[in-house]
């Protein structure tokens, strides 16, 4: 298997503009977490999924960001309009019984 | 909600020594207590975990504590090496019935000197 995919690896915007994040989890994996990585904030969780569904959205930061996981093996995280803050690292983990497992993350960029 | 404390924030050894990081977790339902270790620029991946109703857990110079009464846990890495140098995360997980709540500490900058 080649583990949870994330794309694109890096992404460079400018304020303003819309930021679509894409994440492939493992395959028969049935809960997809996305989670935001910065320097001051540590590791948050955003959004989670289960069988497809959002179970918990507490952690998402406002309305600009919204999560879809249209079936089982792909999800999107998409942030409108894109700000500075908004900077980070984004990743993906999906998990079957216990223990999640990590994508690779998006390095984003908000200039 | 879960609020997980992690301690010490930065920890520098000598090769060969051993480290110990610990966490304190404040929901006496968590039940689930991965560690994971992340390297500079890589995805975190987890290398041990334990739950509730074990008390230590060890593989090969990892070993994981847990006191359910205190509401405490560590990770102790034993005979270090300089490629245990990473940040290391505990978390505290609510798992029931395929929810799962993860919260995770603001982890540990390990340094080990050659």
Known sequence: DAGVIQSPRHEVTEMGQEVTLRCKPISGHNSLFWYRQTMMRGLELLIYFNNNVPIDDSGMPEDRFSAKMPNASFSTLKIQPSEPRDSAVYFCASRWTDTQYFGPGTRLTVL | ???????????????????????????????????????????????????????EKKDQRIAVTLNKTAKHFSLHITETQPEDSAVYFCAASIDSGGYQKVTFGTGTKLQVIP
């Open chain 2, 1 to 55: 909600g879960e609020n997980v404390e992690q301690h010490p924030s930065t920890l520098s050894v000598q090769e060969g020594d051993s480290a110990v990081i610990k966490c304190t977790y404040s929901d006496s339902a968590s039940n689930y207590f991965p560690w994971y270790k992340q390297e500079l620029g890589k995805r975190p991946q987890l290398i041990i975990d334990i739950r509730s109703n074990v008390g």
